[in-house]
Structure formats: structure tokens, C-alpha cells
């Protein structure tokens, strides 16, 4: 990402000011319901990051947003800052490398998991505690369904891939017949 190291920067600032009000998770969650409304509306996106409009229309803009969705003033004033400084475009980014120091200070991770057919409460529970005993770190899961994978599951945590899915089981056992004509 070409904005990162600025994502960075501007995400370290807000996660330490949460840090300060111990309202990390609070703070995220107004990052994302803010960087969502910018996502899922292409005009307001494109009015934002296009530098021919004035920066004060673009505040004027962003603060009647803010004032018909319930985030803190923290998080409003930052948002506002980031317009100011012409990095409101980097939002997304901020949200992701926000998320990363949150993870890391409260001792999360991540997984996705993919699934052929919808899993059973006990199945996911017990899927979610052996993730857990694996990572020595408490789990926040996801789960998709995908029925190209004919069955099992494939667990995403960060980079790494665990695939124990009957497509990919298969797919091997056709390598091995193959390299042995």
C-alpha cells in the first residue's frame, strides 16, 4: 500500500489517544461505521478524494455526516483531521493498521473460516477453542459458507492457511497419481 506508513502513522496517534480512555474497541467500531458509509457510497468516496473540491466543503460535508450517526466526539474530531490534512482518502487503511495494533494490544486474532455446509453451534465452539489453544490467543471468527469445497474446512488466520478440505485432498491425491505414470 502506498499510503501505509501515513496509515500508520495517523492509525498509532488515534489508538494511542484510545488507548489513554481505554475505548479501543468503541473507537474501531466508529472507524469502521464511518469508513463503511464512505465505502458503500461511490459519489461521497469520489467527492472526498477528488483535491479539485474545496477543503472546507469537504468538512462542511464530512460534519453533517457525523452529525446524524452516534460516534464520540474523539472519533469525530479525528475523522475531521484527517479531512484537514487531505488524508480522509486513506481511511481504509487507517481502519486495517488500527485494527492490527488493537489486535495485538488486546490479544486477538483473526480467522476465517470456509466451509462446504453450514456448521453446528457446538461444531463452531469447538472449532473456535482449538483455534484458540493454537494461537494462545482469544479468536474472533468468521465463517463462510463455499460449497466448491465439497467438504471439510479451510481456517485463514493472518497468512497462514490451514486446508483440510476435500477439494484440496483431492486435488493432491490426483498430483501423486500423476507423478507416479
Request: proline content about 2%; hydrophobic content about 40%.
Amino acid at each position: 500500500m502506498i499510503g501505509s506508513g501515513i496509515a500508520k502513522r495517523y492509525a498509532r496517534a488515534f489508538f494511542e489517544v484510545a488507548g489513554e480512555e481505554d475505548n479501543y474497541e468503541k473507537y474501531y467500531s466508529e472507524l469502521g461505521s464511518f469508513s463503511s458509509i464512505i465505502e458503500e457510497n461511490e459519489g461521497l468516496r469520489d467527492f472526498l478524494a477528488n483535491p479539485v473540491f474545496d477543503q472546507e466543503a469537504k468538512k462542511a460535508v464530512v460534519e453533517k455526516i457525523l452529525e446524524k450517526i452516534d460516534i464520540s466526539d474523539m472519533t469525530a474530531n479525528f475523522l475531521k483531521l484527517l479531512v484537514d490534512k487531505r488524508r480522509i482518502g486513506i481511511l481504509s487503511d487507517v481502519e486495517g493498521c488500527y485494527r492490527e495494533f488493537m489486535d495485538d494490544t488486546l490479544k486477538k486474532v483473526r480467522a476465517n473460516v470456509k466451509t462446504a455446509y453450514p456448521l453446528s453451534a457446538k461444531l463452531s465452539k469447538d472449532i473456535k477453542s482449538n483455534l484458540e489453544g493454537l494461537t494462545g490467543r482469544e479468536v474472533d471468527m468468521t465463517i463462510e459458507k463455499d460449497p466448491t469445497l465439497l467438504g471439510g474446512i479451510v481456517v485463514r488466520i493472518g497468512d497462514t492457511i490451514y486446508d483440510g478440505s476435500i477439494k484440496t485432498q483431492l486435488n493432491n491425491i490426483e498430483n501423486l497419481l500423476g507423478e507416479g505414470i
